[in-house]
């Protein structure tokens, strides 16, 4: 007997779409996020010493990722 010459092709419709995708991969990262903010949170409340140096800091993290986070969140929930 011949050996069998029967492939495994999906059908192109049962595959995730690139939105379904990027949407997968934006909630990753954001849940990424909110883990690392709370632990950095924790660390700021155990840890800190200087409370202006505490605020200054959290300002600073916010003021620099919040922003990030709206663009990424537009072009995921866009596309």
């Given at each position: 007997m011949p050996?069998?010459?029967?492939?495994?092709?999906?059908?192109?419709?049962?595959?995730?779409?690139?939105d379904d995708g990027?949407?997968?991969v934006f909630y990753g990262i954001m849940a990424i996020y909110i883990v690392f903010t709370a632990i950095l949170y924790y660390h700021?409340?155990?840890?800190?010493?200087d409370a202006r140096v505490n605020w200054i800091t959290g300002v600073a993290y916010l003021g620099t990722t919040l922003p990030l986070v709206a663009i990424m969140s537009i072009l995921a929930l866009t596309i």
């Open positions: 050996p069998s010459t029967v492939q495994f092709t999906p059908p192109i419709n049962t595959l995730p779409s690139l990027v949407l997968f700021w409340q155990q840890y800190g010493t």
